[in-house]
């Protein structure tokens, strides 16, 4: 340092070779690298290289292994440097070392702030690893990524950006897409979108790279956590604030667990957590972690903390929150107190220049820091309202962000946003009109960008709306701050919900609401006054005062804007909590004033009346009300009396007002004035002229106000008093006309008696000219009342007496005054006087103009419609005609004029029922239209309306469709979305999809329709009940039980308040409410539906009406369901004889009920009725098909009555007639519906049960198979048809001995009943039990015993629960189980429950049932049960020794089986055989054998040769044929038998094994031995495999037989040996 080099370097030199100094010690290196300077110096570049590399490796080292505080940078890059120049002076300017220093040396310039420096080293380092190792080398990958991340720190993002995406590709195509210099520069690259605002872009890198690192690193690697406070960050920022909190909190749980809670990291992340709490209003949870933050230096946010008090309202320590962040920030920009010695000043002078001075001295990268911080100073000063210094703030920040970051990103907005806000906040106490628009044009700007980068209700968007609705409001641009503020709301309420409350949201919403009130949009204000109301209702207490104040002030608002009976509620509200506080206050009889007010706009004048009278009360006991107080209530009863027209109580209480304002103000005040005109009009309408001319005279005298000289000048003309008459109404004349928002209507009054007043005078110019001023007030106004009609009319009379006085009768006036008498009288439906003027105009017109002008032509068009309206479409048409054909002359063919009259016209076809030329003509009208006005106007919309009424009733619903969606879509454009109109184009749409059961669109429509009606007519209107009418059948349809039900309910209740309750509406809704509670299964209030439906209905209809036909036809349904056979019958025959007398004998809807009867008479058994309905049914259907051949639905029809014809056959067993019935019905089905429909599906059924009972077993499956797919592919899966059909495909499995096929068909049955059972419905519970028995009848064939005998059981438990003892249902289930039980071996409880089901077979059919009567009966089923019952008894007996009783019953039960099956049945040889078995075993091996025989025969002719039951035969022939030492036959019975067993169980199974071990007897038996070994053995051998031990009966028989087999050789050996 002072110079003496070559001394520095002999030290440096003696002190790297004493080797004192540890050999990675930062001290070596630097001595190191003095040395190479001092060897460079002197050209000796070997040892200077020497020396810089040795302290390049000691600087790395620590670089690598010691904290960041240790290491001097600048060593580092001066070290590099010239090793860069040592390197190229060696190698030349590309070498591989040249490169890895360059990225070295640029790192190191990073480090020391020389970003410019780095840029131009990594640049060149990428240039020279590009030559030498290839464009895509991974060293080329790394240079890009660190000189991408040099450019954002440089905050050049757009080459950042372009840097590390040609990094990332490089590294994924080097290293693959899971690499963790991936994820690096995934994050990089995400960092740079983030600095960009490419927010979405850099959400996908950050989750890439996490979902790398989450995979490579472990789970608590600090860059884990910095991925996931990036993406915390962003997605606060984005307003998400579930995934900010997510990814917030797992990374601040990694950091706290490796860096501890004070790192400033951790902090960070701390930090945004905080935030994402105070965007969601947890203010706790943010105070909680801004603190933690606060109390580690972070003191900036103070600033946070403050808002969060000023939220609350904690005005002091919120300011004092501010000036500590205040404080903190003017400390970081150095900024001075701005008076000394007092440290918690502010330094608020000149801060402009000492930014610019601060930004003059700062370097690039660190200028973005100083934009910051000047921003949050001025955050800070706007908090602390130093409104000016912040703006300066504001402008200088933003002129750094727009040259760093560019126009569209967010920071720029925050910028732009504050600086309007300060603006708008300056131009409250400034006249400057400049602030207002600049501040507009910046916010607006800022909305842009905010828009772009954030959702619409994020809390930043939602602030600078509001900003922006302040500042359009100070500059009177009502509508779009009304817009502005609206939004902000909006987006409030989607991101909170509502749920956090606070008096300013309510504050805000009070704020639009005027907004909208000022704005005339009246109904939004109401929601808005709504809204506030509910907010301070969920904050403060029911009972609060303030809450009785805002009502009474928004119900009077309600009551300016006209929304009378949401006024009356809140009114109604604010005197319910005045009066709960018990005192009856002057605020009391202030609400019931206004209640009266309200109640008298709304001419509820008794109403109105109690209100005043308890007002008056509490006034005149309350001794601080006035006179005048109390007179203006008795002035307003009188007004009600007015109203009431009870005129001489109005008299008293006017005239008692009028006293007591006189002698509280005088008898000159302006409230006495009105008070004598209230009395005078009185006196007006009791026809007290003189008195009322009194009272208005010193009305006059106290106030000439228009009115008042009106009132007088019209009781003058009454009295005729012309002069005086014509002075006063003179006077209110002019003074109407100064008056720019004067009434039309008492315009039109002056003008008219003026009129008459010149008219009585003679002078008919005058009279003329004011009988037309009073015209022209009245034309632009809809006549409502009578008296204005009366007025009208005389006004027009008037006006043809001066013109007949004047020019005649003939004169063209004459005519136009006729012409708009006319349409006065049209107005009011006084058809035959407007066509009388018409008439007479459309004369004069003809005479002054001649046939073709044009007025002659609207004369013309205007009779025509008058005509339509009285009911002469076809003069009307003529009329239309004539009109068409003059305009079209006139003003050519696509006049608007011209459209009208085509449109007329269609409307006289439309009344003639001449629909095609009706859809013709309006098509002529809009193409007119479409070629003039563009077919897109109101008048083109209504037409194409009556275009879809006239298609939906030719249901050519297409067409009609098209023309509706037309109609809705021109209305909503030209009347806006909540149009009455547009609601009705919904309706008529819904319609139609509701008669295609397109019932989501239907209710889509319906619902629109609603919303319209509800925000548009009272509460009670009529039309709102048709909507809610129409959405119970939607519902209804759409199986919503319980909302059809409501809107129904709904429909009624509001036509009962409309209507009264004996309305026709009110009955439809009911029948409506009854059918849905019918198809519901709640019959008991369905029937009250439609009871009070025909009690409806019969105040209004005779009885003998179809609606009330169809009413009792479903009642008739509903008893019939419920059991009530009276009460179906009595409801049927009614509805049948109302339908006959209404329609005729031979209608369809006759057929319809009479089919309907004949099912419910076959349901309670009697067959001969139902029978002769559906007989008489099919007579009509049948007639009238043949009457109309082409109708296909009549042909369906005849069908549907055949197959219930069909049914009934089946019943009575008319097996052939009823095939018939069927096979005829479905080939109808089959052509007019197609294969797959549901009635061929049932057509199957019956004739597969038709075919199973003839014995066509395989007939009558395909025929069920074909069913049950038809059943299944349109009906629900648990219907109880499919079950029915599987329980027959189940017996006729069994019947094939399909066993597992019946097991599965009798599963899915009893799945299906299982599901459709009910507690309450015996019949189900009885279906369940006949599955439960058909399933085990099933399993016991599959030896399945124990699932079969619980199935049985279970059986039996239900036919017990629900049958009588004797139920032959409960006999069968008994005779099964005896089955069970005797394969069981468990005889004795065999015999018991055989001998119970025996004893219900005989209760039923007798001991010993004839042949004749079993023959003659069609219950053949319940005669082979009894048989089958006895077989098994006897079984049981036979087997228990018991062989008398067992013969006695087997031939009981053979005898049953001939009688039934015949002779040759397979019953009979079944019983054959087991009388065979028994004389064998008897004996009687002869007897056996002709038994044996001719069951054989039997058996082989059903079953041919290879059954198992021949088997079975053969193996018991073959046992008589052995005892009778017959051994061949005996062998050939066997050996038949072994084949048919071994085919069909198999060569090892048991049955195999019982015929082998009798072989080996016979072969015994005839002496050869080794043949019955071997048979032996083979049986042994098979017992073996089923796992049978020597102490089985079995196995050890074939033992004995062998020993002595053995024996029996020895002893033959041994003779023939001796």
């Given at each position: 340092?002072?110079?003496?080099?070559?001394?520095?370097?002999?030290?440096?030199?003696?002190?790297?070779?004493?080797?004192?100094?540890?050999?990675?010690?930062?001290?070596?290196?630097?001595?190191?690298?003095?040395?190479?300077?001092?060897?460079?110096?002197?050209?000796?570049?070997?040892?200077?290289?020497?020396?810089?590399?040795?302290?390049?490796?000691?600087?790395?080292?620590?670089?690598?292994?010691?904290?960041?505080?240790?290491?001097?940078?600048?060593?580092?890059?001066?070290?590099?440097?010239?090793?860069?120049?040592?390197?190229?002076?060696?190698?030349?300017?590309?070498?591989?070392?040249?490169?890895?220093?360059?990225?070295?040396?640029?790192?190191?310039?990073?480090?020391?702030?020389?970003?410019?420096?780095?840029?131009?080293?990594?640049?060149?380092?990428?240039?020279?690893?590009?030559?030498?190792?290839?464009?895509?080398?991974?060293?080329?990958?790394?240079?890009?990524?660190?000189?991408?991340?040099?450019?954002?720190?440089?905050?050049?993002?757009?080459?950042?950006?372009?840097?590390?995406?040609?990094?990332?590709?490089?590294?994924?195509?080097?290293?693959?897409?899971?690499?963790?210099?991936?994820?690096?520069?995934?994050?990089?690259?995400?960092?740079?979108?983030?600095?960009?605002?490419?927010?979405?872009?850099?959400?996908?890198?950050?989750?890439?790279?996490?979902?790398?690192?989450?995979?490579?690193?472990?789970?608590?690697?600090?860059?884990?956590?910095?991925?996931?406070?990036?993406?915390?960050?962003?997605?606060?920022?984005?307003?998400?604030?579930?995934?900010?909190?997510?990814?917030?909190?797992?990374?601040?749980?990694?950091?706290?667990?490796?860096?501890?809670?004070?790192?400033?990291?951790?902090?960070?992340?701390?930090?945004?957590?905080?935030?994402?709490?105070?965007?969601?209003?947890?203010?706790?949870?943010?105070?909680?972690?801004?603190?933690?933050?606060?109390?580690?230096?972070?003191?900036?946010?103070?600033?946070?903390?403050?808002?969060?008090?000023?939220?609350?309202?904690?005005?002091?320590?919120?300011?004092?929150?501010?000036?500590?962040?205040?404080?903190?920030?003017?400390?970081?920009?150095?900024?001075?107190?701005?008076?000394?010695?007092?440290?918690?000043?502010?330094?608020?002078?000149?801060?402009?220049?000492?930014?610019?001075?601060?930004?003059?001295?700062?370097?690039?990268?660190?200028?973005?820091?100083?934009?910051?911080?000047?921003?949050?100073?001025?955050?800070?000063?706007?908090?602390?309202?130093?409104?000016?210094?912040?703006?300066?703030?504001?402008?200088?920040?933003?002129?750094?962000?727009?040259?760093?970051?560019?126009?569209?990103?967010?920071?720029?907005?925050?910028?732009?946003?504050?600086?309007?806000?300060?603006?708008?906040?300056?131009?409250?106490?400034?006249?400057?009109?400049?602030?207002?628009?600049?501040?507009?044009?910046?916010?607006?700007?800022?909305?842009?960008?905010?828009?772009?980068?954030?959702?619409?209700?994020?809390?930043?968007?939602?602030?600078?709306?509001?900003?922006?609705?302040?500042?359009?409001?100070?500059?009177?641009?009502?509508?779009?701050?009304?817009?502005?503020?609206?939004?902000?709301?909006?987006?409030?309420?989607?991101?909170?919900?509502?749920?956090?409350?606070?008096?300013?949201?309510?504050?805000?919403?009070?704020?639009?609401?005027?907004?909208?009130?000022?704005?005339?949009?009246?109904?939004?204000?109401?929601?808005?006054?709504?809204?506030?109301?509910?907010?301070?209702?969920?904050?403060?207490?029911?009972?609060?005062?303030?809450?009785?104040?805002?009502?009474?002030?928004?119900?009077?608002?309600?009551?300016?804007?006209?929304?009378?009976?949401?006024?009356?509620?809140?009114?109604?509200?604010?005197?319910?909590?005045?009066?709960?506080?018990?005192?009856?206050?002057?605020?009391?009889?202030?609400?019931?004033?206004?209640?009266?007010?309200?109640?008298?706009?709304?001419?509820?004048?008794?109403?109105?009346?109690?209100?005043?009278?308890?007002?008056?009360?509490?006034?005149?006991?309350?001794?601080?009300?006035?006179?005048?107080?109390?007179?203006?209530?008795?002035?307003?009863?009188?007004?009600?009396?007015?109203?009431?027209?009870?005129?001489?109580?109005?008299?008293?209480?006017?005239?008692?007002?009028?006293?007591?304002?006189?002698?509280?103000?005088?008898?000159?005040?302006d409230d006495v004035a009105f008070c004598w005109h209230s009395l005078g009009a009185t006196y007006v309408e009791t026809g007290q002229l003189v008195e009322a001319r009194r009272c208005f005279d010193k009305a006059v005298k106290i106030e000439r106000t228009e009115l008042y000289l009106q009132s007088l000048g019209v009781c003058l003309v009454q009295m005729n008093d012309n002069e005086n008459a014509y002075v006063c109404l003179n006077e209110a004349l002019q003074m109407k006309e100064l008056d720019f928002e004067s009434n039309d209507d008492d315009l039109a009054e002056i003008n008219r008696n003026l009129g008459t007043i010149w008219l009585r005078k003679g002078k008919y110019e005058e009279s003329l000219k004011r009988y037309d001023a009073a015209l022209k007030s009245k034309s632009s106004q809809q006549i409502e009342s009578e008296k204005d009609y009366k007025n009208l009319?005389?006004?027009?009379?008037?006006?043809?007496?001066?013109?007949?006085?004047?020019?005649?009768?003939?004169?063209?006036?004459?005519?136009?005054?006729?012409?708009?008498?006319?349409?006065?009288?049209?107005?009011?439906?006084?058809?035959?006087?407007?066509?009388?003027?018409?008439?007479?105009?459309?004369?004069?017109?003809?005479?002054?103009?001649?046939?073709?002008?044009?007025?002659?032509?609207?004369?013309?068009?205007?009779?025509?419609?008058?005509?339509?309206?009285?009911?002469?479409?076809?003069?009307?048409?003529?009329?239309?005609?004539?009109?068409?054909?003059?305009?079209?002359?006139?003003?050519?063919?696509?006049?608007?004029?011209?459209?009208?009259?085509?449109?007329?016209?269609?409307?006289?076809?439309?009344?003639?029922?001449?629909?095609?030329?009706?859809?013709?003509?309006?098509?002529?009208?809009?193409?007119?239209?479409?070629?003039?006005?563009?077919?897109?106007?109101?008048?083109?919309?209504?037409?194409?309306?009556?275009?879809?009424?006239?298609?939906?009733?030719?249901?050519?619903?297409?067409?009609?469709?098209?023309?509706?969606?037309?109609?809705?879509?021109?209305?909503?454009?030209?009347?806006?979305?909540?149009?009455?109109?547009?609601?009705?184009?919904?309706?008529?749409?819904?319609?139609?999809?509701?008669?295609?059961?397109?019932?989501?669109?239907?209710?889509?429509?319906?619902?629109?329709?609603?919303?319209?009606?509800?925000?548009?007519?009272?509460?009670?209107?009529?039309?709102?009940?048709?909507?809610?009418?129409?959405?119970?059948?939607?519902?209804?349809?759409?199986?919503?039980?319980?909302?059809?039900?409501?809107?129904?309910?709904?429909?009624?209740?509001?036509?009962?308040?409309?209507?009264?309750?004996?309305?026709?509406?009110?009955?439809?809704?009911?029948?409506?409410?009854?059918?849905?509670?019918?198809?519901?299964?709640?019959?008991?209030?369905?029937?009250?539906?439609?009871?009070?439906?025909?009690?409806?209905?019969?105040?209004?209809?005779?009885?003998?009406?179809?609606?009330?036909?169809?009413?009792?036809?479903?009642?008739?349904?509903?008893?019939?369901?419920?059991?009530?056979?009276?009460?179906?019958?009595?409801?049927?025959?009614?509805?049948?004889?109302?339908?006959?007398?209404?329609?005729?004998?031979?209608?369809?809807?006759?057929?319809?009920?009479?089919?309907?009867?004949?099912?419910?008479?076959?349901?309670?058994?009697?067959?001969?009725?139902?029978?002769?309905?559906?007989?008489?049914?099919?007579?009509?259907?049948?007639?009238?098909?043949?009457?109309?051949?082409?109708?296909?639905?009549?042909?369906?029809?005849?069908?549907?009555?055949?197959?219930?014809?069909?049914?009934?056959?089946?019943?009575?067993?008319?097996?052939?007639?009823?095939?018939?019935?069927?096979?005829?019905?479905?080939?109808?089905?089959?052509?007019?519906?197609?294969?797959?429909?549901?009635?061929?599906?049932?057509?199957?059924?019956?004739?597969?049960?038709?075919?199973?009972?003839?014995?066509?077993?395989?007939?009558?499956?395909?025929?069920?198979?074909?069913?049950?797919?038809?059943?299944?592919?349109?009906?629900?899966?648990?219907?109880?048809?499919?079950?029915?059909?599987?329980?027959?495909?189940?017996?006729?499995?069994?019947?094939?001995?399909?066993?597992?096929?019946?097991?599965?068909?009798?599963?899915?049955?009893?799945?299906?009943?299982?599901?459709?059972?009910?507690?309450?419905?015996?019949?189900?519970?009885?279906?369940?039990?006949?599955?439960?028995?058909?399933?085990?009848?099933?399993?016991?064939?599959?030896?399945?015993?124990?699932?079969?005998?619980?199935?049985?059981?279970?059986?039996?438990?239900?036919?017990?629960?629900?049958?009588?003892?004797?139920?032959?249902?409960?006999?069968?289930?008994?005779?099964?189980?005896?089955?069970?039980?005797?394969?069981?071996?468990?005889?004795?409880?065999?015999?018991?429950?055989?001998?119970?089901?025996?004893?219900?077979?005989?209760?039923?059919?007798?001991?010993?049932?004839?042949?004749?009567?079993?023959?003659?009966?069609?219950?053949?089923?319940?005669?082979?049960?009894?048989?089958?019952?006895?077989?098994?008894?006897?079984?049981?007996?036979?087997?228990?020794?018991?062989?008398?009783?067992?013969?006695?019953?087997?031939?009981?039960?053979?005898?049953?089986?001939?009688?039934?099956?015949?002779?040759?049945?397979?019953?009979?040889?079944?019983?054959?055989?087991?009388?065979?078995?028994?004389?064998?075993?008897?004996?009687?091996?002869?007897?056996?054998?002709?038994?044996?025989?001719?069951?054989?025969?039997?058996?082989?002719?059903?079953?041919?040769?290879?059954?198992?039951?021949?088997?079975?035969?053969?193996?018991?022939?073959?046992?008589?044929?052995?005892?009778?030492?017959?051994?061949?036959?005996?062998?050939?019975?066997?050996?038949?038998?072994?084949?048919?067993?071994?085919?069909?169980?198999?060569?090892?199974?048991?049955?195999?094994?019982?015929?082998?071990?009798?072989?080996?007897?016979?072969?015994?038996?005839?002496?050869?031995?080794?043949?019955?070994?071997?048979?032996?053995?083979?049986?042994?051998?098979?017992?073996?495999?089923?796992?049978?031990?020597?102490?089985?009966?079995?196995?050890?028989?074939?033992?004995?037989?062998?020993?002595?087999?053995?024996?029996?050789?020895?002893?033959?050996?041994?003779?023939?040996?001796?």
């Amino acid at each position: 340092k002072v110079g003496n080099e070559q001394q520095a370097m002999e030290c440096y030199h003696e002190a790297v070779e004493s080797g004192g100094l540890p050999h990675d010690s930062w001290a070596l290196g630097v001595a190191h690298k003095s040395l190479g300077g001092f060897f460079l110096t002197k050209n000796m570049n070997v040892a200077s290289l020497e020396s810089f590399n040795e302290a390049a490796t000691i600087f790395e080292w620590n670089i690598d292994n010691t904290s960041g505080s240790e290491i001097n940078y600048e060593d580092v890059v001066q070290c590099y440097s010239h090793l860069l120049d040592l390197e190229e002076e060696r190698d030349g300017p590309i070498s591989e070392i040249r490169g890895t220093l360059c990225c070295k040396l640029a790192n190191s310039y990073v480090h020391v702030d020389k970003h410019h420096d780095a840029v131009l080293m990594y640049r060149e380092a990428i240039m020279i690893q590009s030559q030498i190792f290839g464009v895509d080398h991974l060293s080329v990958a790394n240079s890009l990524h660190n000189l991408g991340n040099c450019y954002r720190d440089l905050c050049e993002f757009d080459k950042s950006a372009e840097c590390l995406t040609k990094s990332l590709t490089l590294l994924s195509q080097n290293y693959g897409v899971e690499n963790e210099d991936v994820a690096d520069t995934c994050h990089c690259l995400a960092e740079t979108l983030i600095a960009r605002c490419e927010l979405d872009d850099a959400i996908t890198y950050l989750e890439r790279a996490l979902a790398i690192r989450r995979k490579k690193l472990g789970a608590l690697d600090l860059n884990i956590a910095s991925t996931l406070y990036n993406l915390a960050m962003i997605s606060q920022t984005k307003g998400n604030w579930s995934n900010a909190m997510k990814y917030g909190k797992e990374a601040l749980r990694i950091q706290r667990m490796t860096v501890g809670d004070n790192s400033p990291i951790t902090l960070k992340t701390l930090e945004c957590i905080g935030c994402v709490h105070k965007a969601k209003r947890d203010f706790e949870a943010a105070i909680q972690c801004f603190d933690k933050c606060i109390s580690n230096g972070k003191t900036l946010l103070n600033q946070d903390v403050g808002g969060i008090h000023e939220f609350r309202g904690e005005t002091e320590k919120a300011r004092e929150m501010f000036m500590k962040a205040a404080l903190h920030v003017a400390d970081q920009l150095s900024l001075s107190a701005q008076q000394p010695g007092h440290e918690d000043s502010l330094d608020l002078m000149n801060l402009t220049s000492k930014f610019q001075s601060q930004k003059e001295q700062t370097n690039d990268q660190d200028v973005l820091k100083l934009g910051e911080n000047v921003m949050a100073y001025g955050l800070a000063l706007v908090s602390l309202e130093q409104f000016d210094e912040a703006l300066e703030c504001f402008r200088f920040s933003n002129n750094i962000f727009q040259a760093k970051y560019g126009s569209d990103h967010l920071r720029i907005a925050e910028t732009l946003h504050h600086t309007g806000y300060v603006l708008e906040k300056l131009g409250e106490t400034s006249a400057s009109s400049d602030q207002v628009h600049e501040a507009l044009d910046l916010l607006t700007e800022a909305l842009r960008i905010r828009k772009l980068h954030l959702v619409e209700s994020h809390p930043d968007v939602e602030e600078t709306l509001l900003c922006l609705g302040k500042v359009h409001h100070r500059s009177g641009n009502i509508r779009y701050a009304l817009d502005f503020f609206c939004a902000a709301v909006t987006a409030r309420d989607s991101r909170l919900g509502r749920k956090s409350l606070r008096m300013n949201d309510a504050e805000s919403f009070l704020q639009v609401g005027l907004l909208q009130q000022e704005a005339g949009e009246f109904r939004h204000a109401l929601n808005s006054f709504e809204e506030c109301l509910r907010i301070r209702r969920q904050i403060v207490k029911e009972d609060d005062p303030s809450l009785g104040e805002l009502l009474f002030y928004i119900a009077n608002l309600l009551r300016e804007v006209g929304d009378l009976d949401l006024a009356q509620t809140r009114f109604e509200e604010a005197l319910a909590l005045l009066e709960k506080s018990g005192s009856e206050s002057a605020e009391t009889a202030d609400v019931l004033f206004s209640l009266g007010v309200l109640h008298t706009e709304k001419q509820q004048f008794s109403t109105a009346l109690d209100f005043y009278l308890r007002a008056l009360q509490i006034r005149k006991s309350d001794p601080g009300s006035t006179k005048i107080v109390i007179a203006e209530i008795l002035n307003n009863i009188g007004l009600v009396y007015f109203g009431m027209k009870e005129y001489d109580k109005a008299q008293v209480y006017h005239a008692e007002a009028l006293e007591s304002m006189i002698e509280d103000l005088g008898d000159d005040h302006d409230d006495v004035a009105f008070c004598w005109h209230s009395l005078g009009a009185t006196y007006v309408e009791t026809g007290q002229l003189v008195e009322a001319r009194r009272c208005f005279d010193k009305a006059v005298k106290i106030e000439r106000t228009e009115l008042y000289l009106q009132s007088l000048g019209v009781c003058l003309v009454q009295m005729n008093d012309n002069e005086n008459a014509y002075v006063c109404l003179n006077e209110a004349l002019q003074m109407k006309e100064l008056d720019f928002e004067s009434n039309d209507d008492d315009l039109a009054e002056i003008n008219r008696n003026l009129g008459t007043i010149w008219l009585r005078k003679g002078k008919y110019e005058e009279s003329l000219k004011r009988y037309d001023a009073a015209l022209k007030s009245k034309s632009s106004q809809q006549i409502e009342s009578e008296k204005d009609y009366k007025n009208l009319m005389s006004c027009i009379d008037g006006a043809l007496e001066a013109v007949s006085q004047l020019y005649g009768n003939g004169h063209i006036k004459y005519a136009k005054l006729l012409h708009q008498k006319g349409n006065q009288h049209g107005t009011r439906s006084e058809h035959t006087q407007a066509i009388e003027a018409y008439v007479e105009a459309l004369r004069i017109y003809k005479e002054q103009y001649g046939d073709t002008h044009l007025s002659v032509a609207n004369t013309l068009y205007n009779l025509g419609v008058s005509l339509n309206a009285k009911g002469s479409p076809e003069k009307a048409v003529r009329c239309f005609v004539k009109a068409l054909r003059i305009t079209k002359a006139r003003l050519g063919d696509d006049h608007l004029d011209v459209a009208d009259s085509y449109e007329q016209i269609a409307t006289s076809n439309k009344l003639t029922h001449n629909y095609s030329e009706a859809v013709s003509y309006y098509e002529k009208a809009l193409a007119v239209r479409k070629q003039s006005a563009g077919g897109s106007d109101l008048k083109s919309s209504e037409i194409m309306h009556e275009m879809g009424i006239l298609h939906s009733d030719d249901e050519l619903w297409e067409k009609a469709e098209r023309a509706f969606k037309e109609s809705l879509r021109i209305r909503t454009i030209h009347l806006g979305s909540d149009d009455l109109l547009v609601a009705d184009s919904m309706v008529r749409l819904a319609q139609i999809y509701l008669s295609r059961d397109e019932n989501a669109k239907a209710l889509k429509y319906f619902e629109g329709s609603l919303r319209i009606h509800k925000s548009k007519l009272e509460s009670s209107d009529p039309d709102l009940a048709k909507i809610y009418q129409s959405l119970g059948t939607v519902h209804a349809a759409l199986g919503s039980t319980d909302k059809a039900i409501f809107c129904l309910d709904k429909s009624i209740e509001i036509f009962i308040e409309a209507n009264g309750r004996f309305d026709e509406n009110v009955a439809i809704s009911l029948a409506r409410k009854g059918e849905v509670l019918h198809t519901n299964g709640q019959y008991e209030v369905a029937l009250e539906s439609f009871q009070d439906c025909l009690e409806v209905r019969s105040s209004f209809e005779t009885f003998e009406s179809p609606e009330a036909g169809n009413i009792l036809q479903q009642m008739g349904e509903i008893y019939s369901i419920l059991g009530d056979n009276a009460n179906a019958s009595s409801q049927f025959g009614s509805a049948l004889a109302i339908y006959r007398e209404t329609f005729g004998p031979k209608h369809q809807v006759v057929a319809e009920i009479l089919e309907k009867m004949s099912a419910h008479f076959v349901k309670v058994g009697e067959l001969e009725r139902g029978y002769s309905c559906v007989k008489e049914a099919l007579a009509i259907r049948e007639e009238l098909h043949n009457g109309d051949k082409g109708n296909n639905e009549s042909l369906i029809h005849a069908a549907d009555s055949r197959y219930c014809m069909g049914t009934i056959l089946f019943e009575w067993s008319e097996l052939e007639e009823a095939s018939n019935c069927f096979e005829k019905a479905k080939e109808v089905y089959i052509e007019k519906l197609g294969q797959s429909h549901l009635s061929v599906a049932n057509s199957n059924y019956y004739l597969g049960c038709i075919d199973e009972l003839h014995g066509e077993q395989d007939l009558a499956l395909l025929y069920l198979q074909e069913s049950l797919k038809g059943r299944q592919e349109h009906l629900d899966e648990m219907h109880p048809d499919i079950a029915a059909t599987q329980q027959k495909l189940g017996h006729i499995y069994c019947k094939r001995s399909e066993w597992d096929n019946a097991v599965d068909a009798f599963s899915d049955c009893l799945k299906i009943r299982e599901s459709n059972r009910t507690s309450d419905n015996m019949a189900s519970q009885i279906l369940v039990a006949d599955s439960l028995f058909d399933l085990g009848t099933a399993l016991n064939k599959t030896s399945d015993t124990r699932r079969s005998m619980q199935l049985f059981s279970d059986a039996l438990k239900e036919y017990q629960r629900h049958l009588s003892k004797y139920d032959l249902k409960v006999g069968r289930c008994y005779s099964i189980i005896g089955e069970v039980l005797e394969k069981e071996n468990e005889l004795s409880k065999a015999v018991n429950s055989l001998r119970k089901a025996a004893a219900i077979y005989e209760y039923h059919l007798g001991v010993e049932p004839r042949e004749k009567e079993i023959k003659a009966s069609k219950n053949g089923d319940d005669y082979t049960g009894q048989a089958d019952t006895l077989f098994r008894l006897a079984t049981a007996h036979d087997r228990q020794g018991e062989e008398s009783s067992a013969l006695k019953l087997y031939r009981k039960a053979m005898k049953l089986y001939k009688a039934v099956f015949g002779r040759d049945s397979l019953h009979v040889a079944k019983v054959l055989n087991r009388l065979a078995n028994m004389k064998g075993r008897a004996g009687s091996v002869d007897k056996a054998m002709v038994l044996f025989d001719d069951s054989l025969r039997i058996r082989m002719l059903h079953l041919g040769d290879n059954h198992e039951d021949v088997a079975e035969t053969l193996f018991g022939m073959g046992i008589v044929f052995e005892k009778r030492r017959d051994y061949n036959a005996a062998m050939k019975a066997y050996s038949d038998c072994l084949r048919i067993r071994s085919s069909k169980f198999g060569s090892d199974s048991m049955e195999v094994a019982q015929v082998v071990v009798n072989i080996g007897v016979v072969r015994g038996n005839k002496g050869d031995f080794q043949g019955a070994l071997k048979s032996w053995k083979k049986a042994l051998s098979i017992y073996r495999k089923h796992s049978l031990g020597d102490s089985d009966p079995l196995v050890a028989t074939v033992i004995g037989h062998m020993n002595l087999a053995n024996i029996l050789m020895n002893n033959s050996s041994k003779r023939r040996t001796k």
